[in-house]
């Protein structure tokens, strides 16, 4: 029985005063892999951006012989994982509730594994963002709560499959996660096109995979960084499957998850087993409301920082951006620079994403980004 239920912070007062705990889904930390491959596309939109991205595609054509493959290229959120969970738990102590935080970086279960063995207060899920290649295109799952003793056996079977798709051992996969109670398996933001193979394909993709796997899944989200229409979209589909809605907020950077769950549970196994018995409430912050593009700007701003407590010693924002040479060797961004100082365009342009960072401008650019969307059902 699906009992789904939606709260938007600003419009009820005591949206939080029923609850026991806040329970933040879906964010990551410096382990999660993010891929360039979609530097063309979107740098093409950005003049700076697209004129610095020409003229190092054009020297390495001229020194390698062959074009960048932004396919080998990846970057990290600025957050390590202690720094993670503690941003996400103190927006929920700032409501007044207990924190249950389950941190999903992609296809990494190292996160999660390093705060459970520090014995971090309050208990650490270990969970993933598994990518499930399907079709032409592939899906995002949130698996929450892996048994942490079974964690590195199960999540080897889960890479094993993502990196060699064959859809008949999906099934049975799927099936032994059901088999332990406290995992919760959500379908994250599934209906976003996130490979690019146009909107009908991906929703007949979509349709197939809830049809053929729907009953092994315990949720779909709403995501904190995808438009409300979309989201809206979301609540309908799960009236017709029968799931219910749940929280998740694909926090990258470092403003806090724009969506949680309310919840009365105590630990993160008690709200695995009431959301698999169809129960959610979810809890819309104000952040949501905000200009995506003024969140996005905000969150490159956050990825471009300089950070010298950085637990692994990654100060510089280039330090986080990596690549993946023919040799097979793991190199940073800094090292393809001349004295590892970066260009001119792209100082410039740090120079003004960070301007954006003062009070006395977010006012301005707020205004001047106005693309928000009304929330309600």
Known sequence: MQLSRLCILWRTDDAVDRFRSGVSLHSHTTFSKESLAFIPHYTCRVPVLHHTVNWYKRRHRRECGRD?????????????????LQLEEGQIERLNLKPIVSLTDHDSIEAAQMLHAANCPGGVPISVEWTVPYGSTFFHLGLHNLPASLATPIYAELASFTAHPVEARLGPLLHDLNAFPGILIVFNHPLWDEKGIGTSQHYALFHRFIKAYGPLLHALELNGWRKWYENRMVIRVAESTGHPVISGGDRHGCEPNAIINLTNAATFDEFADEVRDGLSQVLILPQYRESRRFRMIRAIADILRHDESHQFGWHRW???????????????????????????????????????????????????????????M
């Not at 960048?68 to 993670?84: S, V």
């Not at 330090?319 to 097979?328: A, N, S, W, Y």
């Not at 800094?334 to 004295?339: A, D």
């Open 68 to 84: 960048i493959e932004f396919h080998r290229a990846w970057w990290t959120p600025p957050l390590t994982p202690r720094q993670a």
């Open 318 to 376: 280039s330090d986080r951006i990596f690549f993946r040479t023919l040799e097979g060797q793991t190199e940073t961004l800094g090292t393809l620079w001349e004295n590892g100082r970066e260009p001119v365009l792209i100082r410039e342009f740090i120079r003004v994403v960070r301007l954006f960072e003062r009070k006395s401008l977010r006012f301005a650019l707020r205004l001047a980004l106005t693309d928000r969307e009304e929330v309600g």
